[in-house]
């Protein structure tokens, strides 16, 4: 019964920022892998970015340097700081929880994940 809504989205140009929030809902937060997908039109969905419960990081090749993502067991709330944004980011961005805590051999599986939230749109476009 865990929810998750995604909120952040939006439009932005080139080498602009977006910070995207997944308020979660229903369940023991703290404990959870948090994760950020991402899927473009006609393109595979992607791992952006994981941090586990105890805030160990993972991020893409592509998200390196650029994407933050961070959480805040107060609020229940995992975030992605998205900065120097390209035209390439432009994708439906989706947040994930893993509440299993099983062992897995990468956090980038989107397999692992149980629940998933509806997704926001990023656009980066000039």
């Known amino acids: 019964q865990v929810q998750l809504v995604e909120s952040g989205g939006g439009v932005v140009q080139p080498g602009g920022s977006l910070q995207l929030a997944c308020e979660v809902s229903?369940?023991?937060?703290?404990?959870?892998?948090m994760a950020w997908f991402r899927q473009a039109p006609g393109k595979e969905r992607e791992c952006v970015a994981t941090?586990?419960?105890?805030?160990?990081?993972t991020y893409a090749t592509f998200a390196k340097g650029r994407f933050t993502i961070s959480r805040d067991n107060t609020k229940n709330t995992a975030y992605l700081q998205m900065n120097s944004l390209k035209p390439e980011d432009t994708a439906f961005y989706y947040c994930?929880?893993?509440?299993?805590?099983?062992?897995?051999?990468?956090?980038?599986?989107?397999?692992?994940?149980?629940?998933w939230g509806q997704g926001t749109q990023v656009t980066v476009s000039s």
């Open positions: 994930a929880a893993d509440t299993t805590n099983m062992v897995t051999s990468s956090r980038s599986d989107a397999a692992q994940y149980d629940y």
């Open positions: 229903g369940g023991s937060f703290s404990s959870y892998t």
């Open positions: 941090i586990n419960r105890y805030r160990l990081l």
